[in-house]
């Protein structure tokens, strides 16, 4: 409220005055809900919430939990019957397989969920009465619950149903399912917290459904809850407890164990009991066969029982517990005024006609007692619930579009017979969620602009949204892994966004644009009705490439292995591995690289050539040597890996070829050439001590980056100055990594060329033949003494000595200084290059154990580079422009 005139103190206190008795007089009849309680009257027709006189808990009506059902009154004769009066209305489905509610909660906590039922002919239909099977089913979450089962019962009976949970997100789903025998519906609904440390052996993957809970002594109450209860469990009275049950009571306090309080039962609880007259010895009482229990006999259960001593004069007291007379908890006494709970922690008892028994023991002084009970089934939580972004999106995109559709509710995915019709989602990986692949809203009649949403989904490969009326642009984001998007027959216009034409035409999306008005701007096949080109063009396709087939058959019979490039392209090999980088066919590599003119280097894997793709863009064509290919069958695992690794220090794979002769990897163009060019190359332009320390830090964050960024890490086991490639801003990016292990693996184990380089070698590696990070560390040792002295990792002159042991040497006899890069003209900082020196020493220890990380690395390197020149200096050079 906002008072805007401005007033005296006296009436200012008067209004805060009124106020404040107004809000007592407020809490006092709306009372208050304790956190986390979730109560919902269904059917309630009332927008107002209304507090439950006897409890004093406002509840509220479903509508905003629940989308489709209909809202009705139990029948007047059954409405004084009740127990409460939540039961007098009810939300019944008599659309859609599946129905539910979805109730806010806090991830990973645990919840008790009561559902009631209570029919009262609202339907005039005598359901319950008419010999036919009534039956609906309810599932918490994503997997089944239990059977609600009214046949030939009482109309005014009401069944309850309870679930002890852990909530997978922040909300709890519950759904009623329409088994085809009685429209399911509901009477009320409850979510109320727990402890976490409440019933242990619940989790993630096991949930447990009440069976029973039972409390002893002279109790009024048919059901004791909520206050007396916190958690608003019900607890029954005992039914029989007449003569020669005894009924004890105490007004001392109940407490649980100081270490132990797993089951919380209240005091008020605790502090009754039933025991026998004392001229008796056992007493025993069934778990219920109820009428809702289902018929099972092989049903399991888990009991627990409370006991404590409330005889203040502390009796001795002994007895053992039988279930149907085998012994389960021996000669046990409880204690002075403190509960103990008996239970098998979290194993289930088969039988659920079970009779206990409570043994008076020898030596006891007097007969068993016992205070409160309580049964549960298990329900395995099993199904995974679809990915939770997939869930959001799916949830963003019916509300964008304001799609009522029945069965669209609940768990897109999961579980798979109850998944949302129009979708196809992916169960393939057992232990992952779901996830959406495929949305056809074809027809759906959407409206507005097409929701970022889809476009968002991470594993969607197909989109169908032809036959709407879709308007604006088509929104200008990443795609993820989209293969398919239909927007044919929409009232789209404008532009293209550049990176949806770039995968059409790079034949990555299979776009549909036909009727809709942008087409009449542009004239791309994606605009053109595919379907009828599609059938006219299939039968000269297949003669052509029967053709083409013959063709080289015939050519490679009489040329053999002659070397000829064009052959290659015609062995273009479907991908089996979803790679989202372009992949190119051998014709575009020989477009590009102008017929494989220009050669920038010769590497391991073979020879690089330059090339400009379409756009202007240079690139650097790798093409794999033709003996490396052979056996290579790691190679696109290996691209696939590679085109996920996203570092500013890592070279950016652009796109791949993979014919059966030909294997090459396209990267962005280093203008600058590789680190040992720059630092041996005999132009005259040298690097200066700021851009190595730089070169030498954006280096190791590139290692880092595939050392702990990446799971499993990966191993460069190539790190040499040739590999570290310099880009226009003389950042230093790292090339060749990876490949190494798809070759090296494919080929012998002894291989010279993958395993690294002579001078660059892990001298453990020799030993051990086992490439780890430290591998990497060592080499990367190696580059930080190149880039210090200008030397070569084995200088020859006057005899062959490995860099560090020259260091060594120099370091012994002279000065530290004498080992600095002449070039450098001694402009250095002299106390880093201490540190800097230390630091490549220490990378080459001998013993792997010794190198530090390259996150220590990287940490080390921070620290020796001059503060003043954190920001990259511009370089006055100009670039290299041949190599
Ligand atoms: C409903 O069923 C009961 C028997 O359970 C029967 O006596 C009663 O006449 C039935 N009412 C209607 C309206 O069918
Ligand atoms: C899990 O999903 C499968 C397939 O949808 C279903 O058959 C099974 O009953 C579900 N399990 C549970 C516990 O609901
Ligand atoms: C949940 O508890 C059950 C039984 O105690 C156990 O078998 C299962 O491994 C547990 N699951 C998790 C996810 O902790
Ligand atoms: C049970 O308690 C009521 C009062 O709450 C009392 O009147 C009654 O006698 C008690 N019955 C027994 C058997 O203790
Ligand atoms: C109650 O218990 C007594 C003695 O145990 C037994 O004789 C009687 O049949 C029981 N009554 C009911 C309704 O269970
Ligand atoms: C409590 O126990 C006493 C006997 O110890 C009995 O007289 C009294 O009725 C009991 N009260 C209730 C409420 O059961
Ligand atoms: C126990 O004692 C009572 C009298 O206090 C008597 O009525 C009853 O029959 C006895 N029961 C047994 C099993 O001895
Ligand atoms: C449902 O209850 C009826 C009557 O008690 C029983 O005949 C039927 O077997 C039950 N069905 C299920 C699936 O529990
Ligand atoms: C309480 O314990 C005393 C001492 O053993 C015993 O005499 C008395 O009968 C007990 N009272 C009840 C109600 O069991
Ligand atoms: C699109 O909207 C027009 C009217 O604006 C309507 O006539 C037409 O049926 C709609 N098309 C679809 C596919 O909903």
Same mark, same amino acid.
């Given at each position: 409220? =906002?008072?805007?005139?401005?007033?005296?103190?006296?009436? !200012?206190?008067?209004?805060?005055?009124?106020?404040?008795?107004?809000?007592?007089?407020?809490?006092?009849?709306?009372?208050?809900?304790?956190?986390?309680?979730?109560?919902?009257?269904?059917?309630?027709?009332?927008?107002?919430?209304?507090?439950?006189?006897?409890?004093?808990?406002?509840?509220?009506?479903?509508?905003?939990?629940?989308?489709?059902?209909?809202?009705?009154?139990?029948?007047?004769?059954?409405?004084?019957?009740?127990?409460?009066?939540?039961?007098?209305?009810?939300?019944?489905?008599?659309?859609?397989?599946?129905?539910?509610?979805?109730?806010?909660?806090?991830?990973?906590?645990? $919840?008790?969920?009561?559902?009631?039922?209570?029919?009262?002919?609202?339907?005039?239909?005598?359901?319950?009465?008419?010999?036919?099977?009534?039956?609906?089913?309810?599932?918490?979450?994503?997997?089944?619950?239990?059977?609600?089962?009214?046949?030939?019962?009482?109309?005014?009976?009401?069944?309850? !149903?309870?679930?002890?949970?852990?909530?997978?997100?922040?909300?709890?789903?519950?759904?009623?399912?329409?088994?085809?025998?009685?429209?399911?519906?509901?009477?009320? /609904?409850?979510?109320?917290?727990?402890?976490?440390?409440?019933?242990?052996?619940?989790?993630?993957?096991?949930?447990?459904?009440?069976?029973?809970?039972?409390?002893?002594?002279?109790?009024?109450?048919?059901?004791?809850?909520?206050?007396?209860?916190?958690?608003?469990?019900?607890?029954?009275?005992?039914?029989?407890?007449?003569?020669?049950?005894?009924?004890?009571?105490?007004?001392?306090?109940? *407490?649980?164990?100081?270490?132990?309080?797993?089951?919380?039962?209240?005091?008020?609880?605790?502090?009754?009991?039933?025991? /026998?007259?004392?001229?008796?010895?056992?007493?025993?009482?069934?778990?219920?066969?109820?009428?809702?229990?289902?018929?099972?006999?092989?049903?399991?259960?888990?009991?627990?029982?409370?006991?404590?001593?409330?005889?203040?004069?502390?009796?001795?007291?002994?007895?053992?517990?039988?279930?149907?007379?085998?012994?389960?908890?021996?000669?046990?006494?409880?204690?002075?005024?403190?509960?103990?709970?008996? $239970?098998?922690?979290?194993?289930?008892?088969?039988?659920?006609?079970?009779?206990?028994?409570?043994?008076?023991?020898?030596?006891?002084?007097?007969?068993?007692?016992?205070?409160?009970?309580?049964?549960?089934?298990?329900?395995?939580?099993?199904?995974?619930?679809?990915?939770?972004?997939?869930?959001?999106?799916?949830?963003?995109? @019916?509300?964008?579009?304001?799609?009522?559709?029945?069965?669209?509710?609940?768990?897109?995915?999961?579980?798979?017979?109850?998944?949302?019709?129009?979708?196809?989602?992916?169960?393939?990986?057992?232990?992952?969620?779901?996830?959406?692949?495929?949305?056809?809203?074809?027809?759906?009649?959407?409206?507005?602009?097409?929701?970022?949403?889809?476009?968002?989904?991470?594993?969607?490969?197909?989109?169908?949204?032809?036959?709407?009326?879709?308007?604006?642009?088509?929104?200008?984001?990443?795609?993820?892994?989209? @293969?398919?998007?239909?927007?044919?027959?929409?009232?789209?216009?404008?532009?293209?966004?550049?990176?949806?034409?770039?995968?059409?035409?790079?034949?990555?999306?299979?776009?549909?644009?036909?009727?809709?008005?942008?087409?009449?701007?542009?004239?791309?096949?994606?605009?053109?009705?595919?379907?009828?080109?599609?059938?006219?063009?299939?039968? +000269?396709?297949?003669?052509?490439?029967?053709?083409?087939?013959?063709?080289?058959?015939?050519?490679?019979?009489?040329?053999?292995?002659?070397?000829?490039?064009?052959?290659?392209?015609?062995?273009?090999?479907?991908?089996?591995?979803?790679?989202?980088?372009?992949?190119?066919?051998?014709?575009?590599? *020989?477009?590009?690289?102008?017929?494989?003119?220009?050669?920038?280097g010769k590497g391991g894997?073979?020879?690089? $050539?330059?090339?400009?793709?379409?756009?202007?863009?240079?690139?650097?064509?790798?093409?794999?040597?033709?003996?490396?290919?052979?056996?290579?069958?790691?190679?696109?695992?290996?691209?696939?890996?590679?085109?996920?690794?996203?570092?500013?220090?890592?070279?950016?794979?652009?796109?791949?070829?993979?014919?059966?002769?030909?294997?090459?990897?396209?990267?962005?163009?280093?203008?600058r050439g590789n680190l040992q060019q720059q630092l041996r190359g005999g132009h005259d332009y040298s690097l200066n001590w700021?851009q190595r320390l730089?070169i030498a830090?954006?280096a190791?964050?590139?290692?880092?980056?595939?050392?702990?960024?990446? #799971?499993?890490?990966?191993?460069?086991?190539d790190v040499k100055t040739p590999n570290i490639l310099l880009?226009?801003?003389? =950042?230093g990016?790292?090339?060749?990594?990876?490949?190494?292990?798809?070759?090296?693996?494919?080929? #012998?184990?002894?291989?010279t060329v993958?395993a690294g380089t002579l001078g660059y070698l892990d001298p453990e590696y020799h030993?051990?033949?086992?490439?780890?990070?430290?591998t990497?560390v060592y080499s990367f040792g190696i580059v930080l003494l190149e880039i210090i002295t200008g030397q070569p990792p084995v200088c020859m002159d006057p005899q062959t000595v490995h860099l560090p042991n020259w260091v060594r040497q120099k370091i012994a006899k002279g000065s530290i200084h004498d080992i600095v890069d002449k070039r450098l003209l001694d402009q250095y900082d002299a106390?880093a290059l201490q540190g800097v020196v230390d630091l490549a020493m220490n990378c080459v220890e001998n013993?792997?154990?010794?190198?530090?990380?390259?996150?220590?690395?990287?940490?080390?390197?921070?620290?020796?580079?001059?503060?003043?020149?954190?920001?990259?200096?511009? =370089?006055?050079a100009? +670039?290299q422009?041949t190599y």
């Amino acid at each position: 409220m =906002v008072i805007s005139f401005s007033c005296s103190a006296t009436t !200012k206190l008067t209004w805060t005055l009124a106020l404040l008795l107004i809000l007592v007089t407020m809490i006092q009849v709306h009372g208050q809900s304790p956190p986390g309680f979730v109560s919902i009257d269904c059917g309630w027709i009332n927008s107002n919430t209304y507090t439950d006189n006897a409890l004093g808990i406002p509840y509220s009506s479903d509508g905003e939990f629940v989308d489709g059902g209909l809202n009705h009154e139990i029948l007047p004769e059954f409405m004084d019957g009740v127990g409460n009066d939540q039961q007098k209305t009810l939300r019944s489905f008599p659309d859609g397989s599946r129905n539910c509610y979805t109730l806010p909660s806090t991830i990973s906590k645990k $919840y008790l969920l009561r559902a009631m039922f209570t029919y009262g002919n609202y339907d005039r239909l005598n359901k319950t009465g008419d010999m036919s099977l009534f039956l609906f089913g309810l599932h918490i979450g994503v997997n089944f619950w239990e059977a609600v089962n009214l046949t030939n019962q009482d109309p005014s009976t009401t069944v309850l !149903k309870e679930v002890l949970t852990i909530a997978p997100s922040n909300s709890v789903s519950f759904c009623l399912i329409n088994f085809g025998s009685g429209i399911p519906f509901i009477s009320s /609904l409850e979510l109320r917290p727990l402890q976490d440390t409440m019933y242990p052996f619940v989790n993630s993957s096991l949930s447990v459904s009440y069976f029973q809970r039972i409390r002893f002594g002279n109790v009024t109450d048919l059901i004791t809850r909520y206050p007396m209860d916190p958690y608003d469990r019900f607890w029954f009275r005992i039914v029989n407890n007449s003569y020669p049950w005894i009924s004890l009571n105490t007004s001392s306090i109940v *407490k649980s164990p100081p270490d132990n309080d797993a089951f919380s039962v209240p005091s008020g609880i605790l502090q009754k009991a039933s025991t /026998l007259d004392t001229n008796y010895s056992f007493m025993t009482f069934a778990m219920a066969q109820g009428r809702n229990l289902g018929t099972n006999s092989l049903q399991l259960f888990l009991p627990i029982f409370h006991f404590a001593e409330i005889n203040m004069s502390n009796p001795n007291r002994r007895f053992s517990i039988y279930i149907n007379d085998v012994l389960v908890f021996s000669d046990f006494s409880p204690s002075l005024l403190q509960v103990e709970s008996k $239970y098998y922690s979290g194993q289930f008892k088969q039988n659920a006609s079970a009779s206990i028994s409570l043994r008076k023991t020898d030596g006891s002084s007097l007969p068993p007692l016992i205070n409160a009970f309580e049964v549960y089934s298990p329900v395995r939580m099993e199904n995974l619930t679809t990915d939770s972004n997939d869930v959001n999106y799916m949830k963003q995109i @019916k509300t964008h579009y304001n799609l009522a559709r029945i069965g669209w509710n609940g768990d897109p995915c999961s579980p798979s017979e109850y998944s949302w019709e129009d979708l196809t989602c992916d169960y393939s990986k057992s232990n992952q969620n779901p996830r959406i692949v495929a949305i056809n809203l074809s027809n759906s009649g959407l409206i507005g602009g097409i929701a970022i949403s889809f476009i968002n989904m991470a594993s969607l490969v197909n989109l169908d949204l032809s036959h709407n009326n879709l308007t604006g642009a088509i929104p200008d984001y990443q795609l993820n892994s989209l @293969k398919v998007l239909n927007l044919s027959n929409n009232q789209l216009n404008g532009p293209i966004p550049g990176y949806i034409l770039q995968r059409s035409n790079a034949g990555l999306l299979d776009l549909r644009l036909e009727g809709n008005p942008l087409c009449s701007e542009v004239k791309g096949a994606y605009c053109s009705n595919k379907k009828n080109t599609l059938t006219a063009v299939i039968v +000269p396709v297949v003669l052509v490439s029967i053709v083409v087939v013959i063709c080289i058959l015939w050519k490679f019979c009489w040329k053999g292995k002659s070397g000829d490039h064009e052959d290659y392209a015609m062995y273009e090999e479907e991908t089996p591995l979803h790679i989202d980088i372009r992949r190119f066919t051998y014709a575009e590599l *020989k477009l590009i690289t102008n017929e494989f003119q220009s050669i920038i280097g010769k590497g391991g894997f073979g020879i690089v $050539y330059h090339g400009i793709l379409k756009n202007g863009n240079e690139v650097a064509v790798k093409v794999l040597m033709e003996t490396s290919i052979a056996e290579s069958t790691d190679f696109l695992p290996e691209v696939q890996t590679l085109s996920k690794v996203h570092h500013k220090n890592l070279v950016t794979l652009e796109g791949y070829c993979q014919n059966k002769k030909c294997l090459a990897l396209v990267y962005d163009f280093m203008p600058r050439g590789n680190l040992q060019q720059q630092l041996r190359g005999g132009h005259d332009y040298s690097l200066n001590w700021e851009q190595r320390l730089h070169i030498a830090l954006d280096a190791a964050q590139g290692l880092e980056y595939l050392h702990e960024s990446c #799971t499993p890490s990966i191993v460069h086991r190539d790190v040499k100055t040739p590999n570290i490639l310099l880009d226009e801003n003389l =950042v230093g990016i790292i090339s060749d990594f990876g490949l190494s292990r798809a070759f090296n693996d494919a080929h #012998t184990h002894i291989s010279t060329v993958a395993a690294g380089t002579l001078g660059y070698l892990d001298p453990e590696y020799h030993a051990t033949f086992q490439l780890t990070v430290k591998t990497d560390v060592y080499s990367f040792g190696i580059v930080l003494l190149e880039i210090i002295t200008g030397q070569p990792p084995v200088c020859m002159d006057p005899q062959t000595v490995h860099l560090p042991n020259w260091v060594r040497q120099k370091i012994a006899k002279g000065s530290i200084h004498d080992i600095v890069d002449k070039r450098l003209l001694d402009q250095y900082d002299a106390i880093a290059l201490q540190g800097v020196v230390d630091l490549a020493m220490n990378c080459v220890e001998n013993a792997a154990i010794h190198r530090p990380t390259m996150t220590e690395v990287v940490a080390r390197l921070k620290v020796l580079l001059p503060a003043v020149s954190s920001e990259k200096q511009s =370089v006055s050079a100009p +670039p290299q422009s041949t190599y």
